[in-house]
């Protein structure tokens, strides 16, 4: 099948949505990735090393526009010494309408890893990024090309 340039996804039609379902339009950017931690396992007979998953790490970011500062209060709480790090899960679905569907995935036990407590730059307008680790993930609605 030839690649039809109109099915491929446009990062413009990507949302983010908190755990409340509130969609996060300051949002300009998300990454989600799972790093696949392994162990070299030695084979008799050969050469070749084999490979076992040991582990499964979950961390991305999120980049915006700071239009409040309700996430990064709520990441605070962790810095009182009594309370416990802000968890959240998130859903974040890219819906190109030319595209063969909706792709849509929940992020589960999402903590984040740093407070970005206040940064800017006299002319320039303030963008924010927070980093996250998560362990678990769901795709909710998946892509598949049709005919």
Not at 51 to 77: C, D, F, R
Not at 86 to 97: G, N, R
């Amino acid at each position: 099948m030839t690649l039809d340039a109109k099915r491929v996804i446009n990062g413009n039609y990507g949302q983010l949505f908190d755990e409340d379902g509130n969609w996060l339009s300051n949002v300009t950017s998300v990454e989600a990735n799972i790093e696949i931690g392994m162990e070299e396992i030695k084979l008799a007979g050969t050469r070749w090393l084999g490979n076992k998953t040991t582990t499964l790490k979950g961390s991305g970011s999120i980049n915006g526009y700071l239009v409040t500062s309700e996430w990064i209060e709520k990441m605070a709480q962790v810095t009182d010494d009594v309370s416990s790090p802000y968890v959240t899960e998130l859903v974040v679905k890219l819906d190109d309408p030319e595209s063969f569907g909706a792709y849509r995935v929940r992020l589960k036990n999402v903590t984040f890893d740093r407070i970005p407590v206040i940064n800017f730059e006299v002319g320039s307008i303030v963008e924010q990024e927070y980093t996250f680790v998560f362990s678990g993930y769901e795709i909710l609605e998946s892509i598949r090309a049709t005919a």
